[in-house]
C-alpha cells in the first residue's frame, strides 16, 4: 500500500520584512520541526521520498526532519511549483512519483493543503 504523509512547514516569521518566499522559521519552529520528526521516527516508517516547496521555510523543515530520520538530504525533491500551490498542482506532484516510490512525505503550504 502506498503511503502519503503530508505537512506543512513549520511555525515561520512574520517579523520578517522580506520576500514571503524567503521567510524563515521561527526558533519555535525549529522546535516543531524536531518534534515532528521524533513523531515520524516512532513511526518506524521507511519515507522512500521528501518532495517538498522550495520557499524558505519548507526547505527548513525539511531539511531538519531530513537529518533526523537520517533520509539524504541530496535527494529531496524540490518542487517551486509547491510554493503556495493549489490542491490540484500538488496533486500533480504526487502524481508524478515513480511507481517504486511507496512512502511519500510531503511538505508545503496552506492552503492548498
Wanted: with cysteine; proline share 3%; glycine share 2%.
Amino acid at each position: 500500500m502506498k503511503t502519503l504523509i503530508i505537512m506543512r512547514h513549520a511555525e515561520s516569521s512574520f517579523s520578517f520584512s522580506g520576500n514571503d518566499f524567503d521567510r524563515p522559521l521561527t526558533k519555535n519552529g525549529e522546535l516543531e520541526a524536531l518534534i515532528m520528526s521524533k513523531k515520524l521516527s516512532d513511526k518506524a516508517l521507511l519515507i522512500d521520498s521528501i518532495i517538498s516547496s522550495n520557499a524558505h521555510r519548507t526547505t527548513q523543515t525539511a531539511n531538519i526532519l531530513s537529518k533526523s530520520i537520517q533520509f539524504d538530504e541530496s535527494k529531496i525533491n524540490w518542487q517551486s511549483a509547491l510554493y503556495h500551490a493549489p490542491t490540484s498542482q500538488i496533486i500533480k506532484c504526487i502524481e508524478h512519483c515513480e511507481s517504486s516510490i511507496n512512502t511519500v512525505l510531503l511538505i508545503c503550504h496552506n492552503p492548498g493543503i
